[in-house]
């Protein structure tokens, strides 16, 4: 099994990636043991000192200004954990509940944070025994970091709250821990701070959608190509030059992908002969590269965000082991987060968008060029994929409604001490629900588009569309014919875009996409 070891420098998305959905183990590095002790030992003369300091010797929040003996200080911790433990609704799912441990581990292993080497190390225990707290979808307004989310983790090292085992049941934590032989922790001066005080869960999220919405752009690039075959297209608008003269990046990578999928077409270049002649393809089809595009621009402007993030120490206050001291700040606030993960939203519903608008023009017969209405076998007695498209356009509704900003929003909290909150977990939350329709959005497409060129005898569709024709059908994705029970086509290709199906047919023919 893959490892990934934690040190003082932060991780990377591809380790994120690898703790949250590959079960990777988790391993604590010296350099960082070195590192949570000598913070350990800020914190323990700070404790010792008569000064009150800001989450080691006081309350928190709006409570700060009592100054908290020292026989109440491990209650004060445990105290902050159970209270904040307050999260309502739905669970959240396995793989973003490991993200945020594993992200929370990794700012607790950068000497920044002053828990003692030992909390640090139950938390990668809990991350290799595949136990993974139960964390419920609202309580974070992305302020003073996840608190809600965060706070459940917390519960479950000290063996309280419910967890989920290795074997997908439910129990309570302590039980679970006991049976891995792991010891709960008793929490001292600053710990039970320092376990919630992270945007872990909005970043968490951010990546895997980054690596999500990676392979649906490409996915959705070869689905463009393949409509405007079906279309009976031009592809000279994907040119390198006509790109080259507006240097966007993305745009670039989106048209050279299209081009190699329709590199030795016979179908593209006919418009002028079918029945209604055509000077340019629609804007949906002539534009893709633009949108796509687009979205891929903002991707990597994601990618730039959540690389610093990943560099972060996030948590208030922070210790400064070479000064000696503990200082509060404002880093837990997610507003780079928030924003991102908004305007990932924004790009993927209009890439949405102009998906759908393709898959409709293929069904319609006054603009599909010579296709049969609805690409019905027998159209009247069937009705062919009229329904499937009611589907797409009902999810790309969804996707604008979610596009709508949550980091615009702020809700003051606390008595007004946290009077603005970035909503990042909230953006994350719908962001999440947006890529999932994405990937059923691009699916009926390929089904259609897919559909589309079989029903153009005669004329040889390009390589690698014969050959992502060929792997859809290995699929379980059946091509034209008399009406059927569509569902199960339809979430078999969404299986197949989401898995990587798509890409990995076309690729051994046009070499790697971009």
């Not at 908290?68 to 959240?92: C, E, F, K, T």
């Not at 895997?208 to 463009?224: E, F, G, H």
């Not at 209009?350 to 898959?359: A, P």
Request: charged letters at 20%; hydrophobic letters at 45%.
């Amino acid at each position: 099994m893959h490892t990934v070891v934690v040190g003082t420098s932060g991780t990377t998305a591809d380790d994120v990636i690898a703790v949250a959905r590959r079960d990777a183990r988790v391993e604590i590095s010296p350099e960082a043991r070195t590192a949570l002790a000598a913070a350990r030992s800020v914190v323990e003369a700070l404790a010792a000192s008569p000064e009150p300091v800001y989450g080691v010797s006081t309350g928190f929040g709006a409570l700060a200004t009592r100054h908290i003996d020292h026989g109440l200080r491990g209650r004060l911790q445990r105290n902050i954990v159970r209270s904040h433990a307050a999260g309502m609704g739905p669970r959240v799912e396995r793989e973003v509940v490991r993200a945020l441990m594993f992200l929370r581990l990794k700012t607790l292993c950068s000497g920044h944070t002053g828990v003692r080497p030992e909390v640090a190390q139950t938390m990668a225990d809990l991350l290799n025994a595949g136990i993974t707290p139960l964390v419920h979808e609202y309580g974070s307004l992305g302020c003073s970091g996840d608190l809600a989310p965060l706070s459940h983790c917390a519960l479950a090292l000290l063996g309280e709250g419910d967890a989920e085992g290795p074997d997908g049941s439910v129990r309570p934590a302590g039980e679970l821990l006991a049976a891995h032989g792991i010891t709960p922790v008793e929490l001292r001066e600053k710990e039970g701070l320092a376990l919630l005080n992270g945007t872990d869960g909005m970043l968490g999220m951010l990546i895997m959608a980054i690596a999500d919405l990676r392979l649906l752009y490409t996915s959705a690039d070869i689905t463009a190509a393949l409509s405007l075959e079906a279309l009976l297209g031009t592809e000279k608008v994907l040119a390198p030059e006509l790109h080259a003269i507006r240097p966007h990046p993305g745009q670039s990578v989106s048209a050279a992908n299209m081009r190699a999928v329709l590199r030795g077409s016979g179908l593209t270049g006919h418009f002028q002969q079918d029945e209604a002649p055509r000077v340019q393809d629609a804007y949906s089809v002539r534009c893709a590269p633009q949108v796509a595009g687009a979205g891929r621009d903002t991707l990597d402007h994601a990618r730039l965000v959540a690389g610093r993030e990943l560099a972060a120490a996030v948590d208030n206050p922070v210790v400064l082991p070479d000064e000696g001291r503990v200082a509060s700040n404002g880093n837990f606030h997610g507003a780079p987060v928030a924003y991102v993960l908004d305007f990932l939203a924004i790009a993927a519903a209009d890439l949405g968008s102009i998906t759908e608008r393709r898959t409709d023009r293929l069904l319609d017969k006054n603009r599909s060029h010579g296709l049969p209405p609805f690409l019905a076998d027998d159209p009247g007695v069937d009705s062919g994929l009229m329904i499937a498209q009611y589907t797409q356009a009902a999810l790309v509704g969804e996707m604008k409604r979610l596009a709508v900003p949550a980091s615009a929003d702020s809700i003051p909290s606390s008595a007004m001490q946290e009077d603005h909150v970035s909503m990042g977990w909230s953006a994350a939350r719908k962001l999440r629900t947006s890529v999932a329709a994405l990937g059923r959005i691009i699916a009926v497409e390929l089904y259609a588009a897919t559909r589309a060129i079989e029903l153009r005898p005669g004329l040889t569709p390009a390589p690698a569309s014969r050959a992502a024709i060929a792997a859809l059908r290995a699929a379980g994705v059946q091509g034209p014919g008399p009406d059927r029970f569509l569902a199960p086509d339809l979430e078999a290709a969404d299986a197949f875009v989401r898995a990587g199906g798509l890409v990995a047919a076309v690729e051994p023919v046009t070499g790697p996409l971009g």
